[in-house]
């Protein structure tokens, strides 16, 4: 007889907000903003200070100062972000190797086969926190139940610095009371059109016909009274691969001017391949992304051959599909510009041509990811990322 699941998710409290606190005692307590602070910034994370304004992340930032005007707004800073949630990461996997990471401050763990040794899944969940804790001076909220919807549910239950357990018996009790908007794949729209039919509570939608259900969600509508009953089948999905490494970024001002794109693109794709190289992949097709003033967005690719994570072949296949696409559309005014990596897999072996170029180009890349990660990220860069004067 196999063991009943036991699923945690663990999703750390306004992670990008409380790093920035606990790095910066005199933010604490403090209604705080992380994200842009350009003209067309966004909120990346919000304390829990400034939250009981209206202020969440996504949100225009202009539009979060309007909500809180005495808010404090610091820029994001990813490389500590990653730093920490690799010491996150780590304490997961001292109790499972079922680790399925949604994002730097959450995942999923599979505890099913820890509990013989390690104790209860609620006793995991505690410890997990404890050890989260001590070792980043933060905290996590934890959801534990027998599969991943009922744990997601939970872990947002008692923020922050919650820990929650549903048990199957409870199930139903859980929760027939929370709104339609809790459960995954119901946004705001939908969940309205649910309102208007009188339909706002889990309890309510499980209670619906399927037939009522189908206009709605047409053939998933079974599979969402299911999910508003608490049943879901999948599984943990440990050591998923990233299907894309990317940066990007929204200019304060609309740019024409292909030389200032090509620089953005150069710093771009610095960027995306220090992160490509931490990550330890390699890239067989580049994607440019460009959203005009009007949000109009195209998106173009390339292969790259052979496959690499060194940052000028990339940059180049990147700088010859911008060159394409300016070409067709000049004089346009571009409003985002992006770049990814994608295809990602192992290295493949390469001729001798080839490994003595790669090489060179792996010298100088791991040269500027030391002096960055020693001296920050703007402490060197290449010259063809360099802005023009004025």
């Avoid at 763990?109 to 997990?128: H, M, N, P, R």
């Avoid at 534990?144 to 929650?164: E, F, H, Q």
């Avoid at 709605?216 to 608490?230: C, D, P, Q, S, T």
Wanted: with cysteine.
């Amino acid at each position: 007889m196999t063991n009943p699941r036991a699923i945690l998710h663990v999703d750390m409290d306004a992670f990008y907000a409380s790093v920035e606190q606990h790095d910066h005692p005199e933010l604490r307590g403090k209604p705080l903003i992380v994200g842009g602070l350009g003209q067309r910034g966004v909120v990346a994370a919000a304390s829990y200070e400034v939250r009981s304004f209206g202020v969440h992340s996504a949100m225009p930032m202009r539009e979060a100062l309007r909500r809180c005007p005495h808010a404090l707004c610091v820029r994001p800073r990813f490389e500590r972000y990653r730093a920490v949630s690799e010491q996150v990461f780590e304490v997961f996997r001292q109790f499972t190797p079922v680790v399925e990471g949604l994002s730097l401050d959450e995942a999923f763990l599979d505890v099913t086969d820890s509990q013989a040794a390690l104790g209860s899944a609620a006793a995991i969940a505690s410890c997990i926190k404890r050890l989260i804790n001590e070792r980043t001076g933060l905290t996590a909220s934890v959801g534990v139940a027998s599969n991943k919807l009922l744990a997601k549910i939970a872990s947002d239950l008692r923020k922050p610095d919650g820990l929650v357990v549903v048990a199957d018996s409870e199930v139903n009790v859980v929760l027939d009371p929370l709104s339609v908007r809790k459960l995954f794949g119901i946004g705001p729209k939908t969940a309205a059109h649910l309102e208007q039919l009188g339909i706002a509570t889990l309890g309510e939608l499980r209670a619906t016909s399927e037939q009522t259900l189908q206009p709605l969600f047409g053939r998933h509508a079974a599979l969402i009274k299911a999910r508003a009953a608490g049943i879901d089948e999948r599984p943990v999905l440990a050591h998923c691969d990233e299907k894309q490494i990317s940066a990007e970024t929204t200019f304060d001002i609309d740019l024409t001017a292909p030389t200032q794109l090509h620089g953005e693109l150069a710093r771009l794709a610095d960027r995306m391949g220090t992160r490509l190289r931490q990550s330890g992949w390699v890239a067989n097709r580049v994607v440019l992304k460009i959203r005009r003033k009007d949000f109009r967005t195209f998106t173009r690719q390339a292969r790259v051959r052979p496959a690499t994570q060194a940052t000028q072949p990339l940059a180049r296949a990147a700088a010859q599909l911008l060159d394409q696409w300016l070409q067709a559309n000049r004089g346009t005014a571009v409003r985002l510009l992006g770049i990814g990596a994608t295809d990602l897999g192992k290295a493949p072996q390469l001729d001798m041509f080839e490994a003595q170029q790669a090489a060179r180009d792996q010298r100088l890349d791991h040269a500027l990811d030391d002096i960055r990660a020693k001296f920050g990220a703007r402490a060197v860069e290449r010259a063809s990322s360099l802005r023009p004067r004025g």
